[in-house]
């Protein structure tokens, strides 16, 4: 029961990455340090609601 999830930069606001998880298992958000290729650094990524 895996759904897809994206993940939304805090700085910039868009939507650079997607993933994977099993919300049966880990039901809170997941926040992320991802590279943001607009801001060109890495920033904190995270989960997005639907």
Known sequence: MREIIHF???VCQRINYSGM???KQ???R???S???RF???HT???EMKK
């Open 8 to 10: 939304q930069c805090t």
């Open 30 to 32: 997941i926040e992320l």
């Open 44 to 46: 904190p990524h995270k």
């Open 26 to 28: 880990k039901p809170e």
């Open 34 to 36: 991802k590279y943001c």
């Open 39 to 41: 801001d060109k650094k």
């Open 21 to 23: 998880k099993d919300k």
